[in-house]
């Protein structure tokens, strides 16, 4: 094998990056669908054995511990069947993908004859067929009812365009022009990696290219090493939940791990997790292999990511549970056990690393309206597919990120009002921060939005909605508290009151006037609130992402209003200390209440689900103000251990 001096190894090194990272922009600048164009994409530049030498800057974290398993599938069902010119596409979840929506194409690269490595663009189509626009039915079971599945297929044919593959793909979904257009950008795009790996071939020569690709690998499973073997060993365990199973009875839906440290290697055990759900809400092995990567690289941040750091860990998985869901299993809201699994690793990763500890962020959410576009007498389909940003968790030393693209995917982007009222026919009334939605600590976490949207002239247009952390809310660690429940609220047209759908439903209709609304939570609280400088939280006052009413609740902070118009207040700092000493008294009492008690209080009107929650840690259906039994024991019971076991 070629040598490579330093200088030629850095080059290459960031040449790779740089490759993939070119596929992004051209995908961007040319692709069809308005959610790929925000950035619901990642790309990756893999080897001659589909192992992953390089990601991009900006891709999402979800697909990026994916993409070198559906790169060897394609191997696997094309081997000695490849040619220049050829580009394959697969979406297929149970041969390592994500979810149907996530169509990858790939090509391979050849030097001198010889395959030396593959160029891969994932992109989400907003529709790929299936019993709801947009794809996600969360009553779907079976995956026969989210959409198409693409095993292997060749779309391009040694450079000629299969267009009958191509349209009779895109004639099984709700917009089969953008389909179209999406392919030949996604196509494209690995061509141009492709060009760029042809470059460094001319200029380095193929022996000493086929070398980077795998001494890139070689590199950040060395410094991954190292970095653990210098850590102590021991095991350290957690558990985090989905809100339910909508096919099962009440009861939060547990995901266990323990992160075993041993010599130079992490090893993730997920035994104890509950079995598949009669929902969408299943992860199949490769998005919870990349859950796994991404929450685990998030502390590493310095280190490429490829390949050689997925040598480094070790997953144990039980058969026939949610993290390791097989054919037909559905699969197509993944992304729910997902974040669960990467913040439960921000945790535990919090205890090996505490100068980077974090608490939770919020739950990603997915809002899909579709129907006929009245505004034009064609009447087209359109697809209305939505996404918040919201807050992440605080930080030792530091608040938590307001109002930033979900763990899930960081490098997308929190989509533009303007270009979805031209392309839907919805109009957005209000889109703005969210006051108390930041999750109290000494260390706050960072604040949430809320989104309301009125319906505009439209026929047959349904809405489903896919979130979680309703129940299992957004937690704080080291003493912090939670955040805020999830959950969509509709209003119809005429109606006097407004109707709580809650954070998980599909194929609801509505008509013109309907006015849907919904938060995302801030991130959880780090430390104890009552530790946090009285000055800090009179600033979250005056930037309004704290109400006067909860820094006395919450911080126990006495705040006066001077003249709010003019963000004008002061703090009382002989009744903080005062409060501060009752609460402390009586907090752990109040967060022992009987349940039921809690549950009559909030019926009665006198106490708000943010009390019930942050106070009493108690959950309920919140709309109704029905007690929901198991959840909160199964939430107290976290509660003792992340929030009362930190208050001194």
């Known amino acids: 094998m070629t040598e490579l001096d330093p200088v030629t190894f850095e080059v290459l090194k960031n040449s790779f990056i740089t490759s993939v990272d070119q596929m992004g922009e051209q995908i961007l600048r040319t692709c069809y669908s308005f959610v790929i164009y925000n950035h619901d994409f990642s790309s990756a530049l893999h080897d001659a054995d589909g192992e992953c030498a390089a990601q991009g800057n900006a891709d999402i974290a979800v697909h990026v511990g994916t993409l070198h398993f559906t790169c060897k599938e394609v191997m696997r069902h094309f081997e000695g069947d490849m040619h220049e010119g050829d580009v394959y596409a697969i979406n297929d979840p149970y041969a390592g993908g994500t979810h149907f929506s996530d169509v990858r194409l790939i090509r391979p690269v050849f030097a001198e004859g010889k395959i030396i490595a593959f160029a891969q663009s ?22 026969f009812k989210e959409g198409l599945r693409i095993t ?4 391009f044919d040694k450079g000629r365009f299969c267009k009958d593959v191509a349209h009779l793909i895109a004639s099984n979904t709700r917009d089969p022009a953008s389909i179209i257009g999406d392919i030949q950008a996604q196509a494209q795009a690995t061509a141009v990696c492709e060009r760029e790996i042809h470059r460094l071939v001319g200029k380095y020569g193929r022996e000493t290219v086929k070398t980077g690709l795998s001494a890139v690998q070689d590199y950040v499973e060395r410094s991954v090493r190292q970095r ?26 547990p995901i266990r791990i323990k992160l075993t440290i041993k010599g130079d290697k992490a090893i993730y055990d997920f035994t104890g997790s509950h079995p598949v759900i009669g929902s969408i809400y299943n992860s199949a092995f490769g998005t919870t292999f990349s859950a796994v990567a991404a929450g685990m690289k998030t502390f590493f941040p310095d280190l490429p990511l490829n390949s050689g750091f997925y040598r480094c860990f070790e997953i144990i998985k039980p058969a026939g549970s949610i993290v390791d869901a097989q054919w037909p299993v559905a699969v197509t809201g993944f992304l729910m056990p997902f974040e669960k699994i990467m913040n439960a690793i921000y945790e535990m990763w919090s205890k ?7 608490a939770c962020a919020f739950n990603l959410e997915y809002l899909l309206t579709g129907g006929r576009d009245a505004r034009t007498p064609d009447k087209p389909i359109f697809m209305f597919y939505d996404w918040l940003p919201g807050g992440w968790g605080g930080r030792n030393g530091k608040d938590g990120a307001n109002v930033t693209t979900a763990c899930f995917g960081t490098g997308m982007m929190a989509q533009p009002v303007e270009g979805q009222e031209r392309a839907n026919p919805i109009l957005t009334t209000e889109c703005e921060i969210l006051r108390d939605s930041p999750g109290p600590g000494r260390w706050r976490g960072g604040a949430g939005v809320v989104k309301t949207s009125v319906m505009l002239e439209a026929e047959k247009t349904v809405i489903s909605y896919i979130c979680d952390r309703e129940r299992a809310v957004v937690w704080g660690i080291e003493g912090g508290l939670p955040s805020m429940p999830h959950g969509l609220t509709l ?3 005429g109606a006097d009151e407004e109707e709580r759908l809650g954070s998980i439903f599909s194929d609801v209709p509505i008509s ?29 006052v005056k930037d309004d992402y704290v109400s006067v009413e909860r820094a006395a609740k919450d911080y126990g902070v006495v705040v006066e209003t001077i003249d ?11 009744a903080t200390a005062a409060l501060r000493e009752v609460i402390r008294a009586r907090r752990v009492t109040e967060a022992r209440l009987d349940p039921a008690l809690v549950a009559a209080r909030y019926q009665a009107g006198e106490i708000d689900a943010l009390d019930a929650i942050r106070q009493h840690a108690v959950i309920l259906d919140w709309g109704t103000g029905e007690l929901l039994p198991e959840s909160t024991r199964q939430f107290r019971e976290v509660f003792e251990r992340r929030s009362i076991a930190g208050w001194a």
Do not use: Q
């Open 564 to 574: 709010a118009e003019l963000c004008e207040y002061r703090i009382d700092l002989a």
């Open 122 to 143: 994932n992109g989400h189509w907003s529709d790929v067929g299936g019993s709801v626009p947009g794809s996600f039915d969360v009553s779907a079971k079976e995956m």
């Open 352 to 358: 090996l690393m505490p100068e980077r500890a974090l």
């Open 512 to 540: 013109e006037g309907d006015v849907f609304s919904r938060p995302t939570a801030g991130g959880g609280g780090f430390g104890d609130p009552l530790e946090r400088d009285p000055a800090l939280v009179l600033e979250d």
């Open 491 to 493: 209003k119809r047209a």
């Open 152 to 155: 292997p297929v060749r779309l």
């Open 228 to 253: 653990i073997a210098a850590l102590p060993d021991g095991e350290w365990e957690t558990v985090d939940f989905i809100d339910r199973d909508p096919a099962g009875g009440e009861g939060m839906i």
